[in-house]
């Protein structure tokens, strides 16, 4: 109930502890363990403290508050009604499929193939065809162990390409979803133990079913490429441009496809930073966005683009853009890091992309733009200090612009045809939050509310006030102009009738406008 009502407060609840873990960052630096009552979603909650064992029955008494999206119970005093008892069984889950809240600590199991063996921070990803989990080595440290099948030679557990069933506690910090191994039983290796097999794995712990002699194209990278293949035969097509010259060239093309290459990158700018949204705004991985600029004189095909953050230091792929993506000249698009930012962002009218992994560091990092070729775009490595805006500007204790660094600017570039590593061509942005999908803010225009051109976050006027918007709109005036948008009230109307008599309007005097004056004489006219 706490869970699935969102609750908070002073609260009393008993469940089975199904984990527990040492100091941990995430957590104030402090220990905790989880507790499970039965099964399903919204079945468990972290607690905060020490002193329990895997397996015990507790009744806990303690404060239940949200920190940083995970719930957790934090002051708690407990009992321990029972110990050595058997855990609710793992929820089966796809990898992707952790990625809810309502699975919030709940204990889970998950097959996929390992994507990512060294992610950065201490994680690694599974990926099903569905998409991405993470896993993090709060508990276990799977990244640094290895297997041996004979007690001499060893091998890293983890390889990328590998199948591996993990199971753990679902966990959210820095604003993604991760399960948490709690020892080396929770990370298996799956795959053939059939020695006479050609898709034998030496060092499989658990036999998946997966033993099969199937020929057919190995090369993942080949137009044919069968991911059920385990004999290689010969058979691969794999197209593309192979112009040694072209930036797109690839090697051990079989099919040349030379109309695609290309000689020179598209140009796109990064020109808009929203690194550390402040808390009247929302959550940090809410509203995060980088924006970036289309200065292309043509459209862009960005299918296979790549977008990259970092972590750890290095760089991190948190995007690829699928096929059939294009960006129109002058087109400002996002990257968001959540499901609730693509959803704030949505509706503004410009293309969101959510990436699949990562965020943007409070403290600066590196982010960039490459075509799928390893060809840089555009970079930028911000910073939340040094050169960069980071200060809050005030005049005779009035401010003008927040800090970039959570107090409700954004970090933006002060003209899209500046260099983006120079953090001098920076500034915080003069409204809050940014202007994500328009052009960036300026303490600089028209401050006339009556121009066509009227900037309304404008401070200081620039003297570009345009009035070329006025003029007649009324169609039946003399001076009607069909370029105006604002009335001038300066219409001219031409009232003189030519041919009063002409009652019937029809060009001529006849009998028939006497009978129409007949019919009317005498008759009242209205006041």
């Known amino acids: 109930e706490i869970q699935s009502g969102a609750l908070s407060g002073q609260m009393q609840t008993s469940g089975i502890v199904t984990a527990v873990y040492g100091d941990e960052g995430s957590l104030g630096g402090q220990p905790s363990f989880v507790i499970q009552d039965g099964t399903g979603a919204q079945s468990a909650i972290w607690v905060i403290g020490n002193g329990v064992a895997i397996g015990d029955e507790i009744s806990v008494l303690g404060n239940v508050s949200e920190v940083y999206g995970l719930r957790q119970i934090q002051g708690g005093s407990f009992e321990i009604l029972s110990s050595g008892n058997t855990l609710p069984a793992a929820e089966m889950l796809s990898p992707n499929a952790i990625n809810d809240e309502q699975w919030e600590c709940v204990l889970i199991a998950m097959t996929g193939e390992c994507v990512n ?18 896993i993090d080595d709060i508990g276990y440290d799977a990244i640094d162990d290895s297997l041996t099948n004979d007690g001499t030679s060893y091998v890293p557990l983890l390889e990328q390409g590998r199948d591996y069933r993990v199971t753990g506690p679902n966990f959210y910090a820095y604003g993604a979803w991760k399960l948490l191994p709690r020892d080396n039983l929770d990370v298996v290796r799956l795959g053939c133990t059939d020695v006479t097999f050609s898709n034998y794995d030496a060092y499989a712990q658990e036999d998946d079913g997966s033993c099969i002699d199937s020929p057919g194209c190995m090369n993942p990278d080949a137009d044919n490429y069968d991911a059920m293949a385990t004999i290689d035969d010969g058979s691969c097509v794999i197209s593309g441009c192979n112009d040694p010259a072209a930036l797109n060239y690839e090697e051990g093309v079989t099919n040349a496809t030379n109309e695609t290459c290309y000689f020179t990158l598209p140009n796109m700018v990064i020109n808009e930073i929203h690194y550390n949204p402040c808390s009247a705004q929302g959550d940090d991985f809410d509203f995060e966005f980088v924006e970036i600029y289309v200065s292309n004189d043509m459209a862009i095909d960005m299918g296979g683009f790549e977008f990259y953050n970092s972590a750890s230091g290095a760089p991190q792929l948190g995007y690829v853009f699928p096929e059939g993506t294009t960006v129109q000249p002058g087109e400002y698009f996002l990257m968001t890091v959540s499901e609730a930012g693509t959803a704030n962002y949505s509706g503004m009218g410009v293309q969101v992309f959510q990436m699949d992994l990562g965020n943007f560091s409070n403290s600066g990092e590196a982010v960039s733009i490459e075509d799928g070729f ?64 328009a052009p960036n803010s300026s303490a600089f225009g028209c401050t006339d509310g009556t121009a066509c051109n009227y900037a309304a976050g404008a401070f200081f006027d620039d003297g570009s006030c345009d009035f070329s918007c006025y003029g007649c709109t009324y169609v039946d005036a003399e001076n009607y102009d069909d370029m105006a948008t604002m009335d001038s009230g300066l219409c001219e109307f031409d009232f003189t009738d030519y041919c009063p008599a002409d009652l019937n309007e029809d060009g001529v005097v006849t009998t028939s406008d006497l009978l129409q004056f007949l019919a009317s004489f005498g008759a009242g006219c209205p006041e």
């Open 117 to 134: 063996a060294d992610a950065g921070y201490g994680e690694w990803h599974l990926d099903d065809g569905t998409g991405v989990g993470v």
């Open 374 to 437: 390893g060809n840089m775009i555009d970079a930028v490595t911000y910073d939340d200090g040094g050169a960069w805006p980071s200060q809050t500007v005030a005049v005779l204790g009035n401010v003008l612009i927040q800090s970039p660094d959570g107090g409700c600017s954004t970090l933006e570039l002060v003209q899209t045809d500046l260099n983006n590593d120079d953090p001098d061509n920076w500034q915080a942005s003069w409204v809050d939050n940014g202007t994500p999908g």
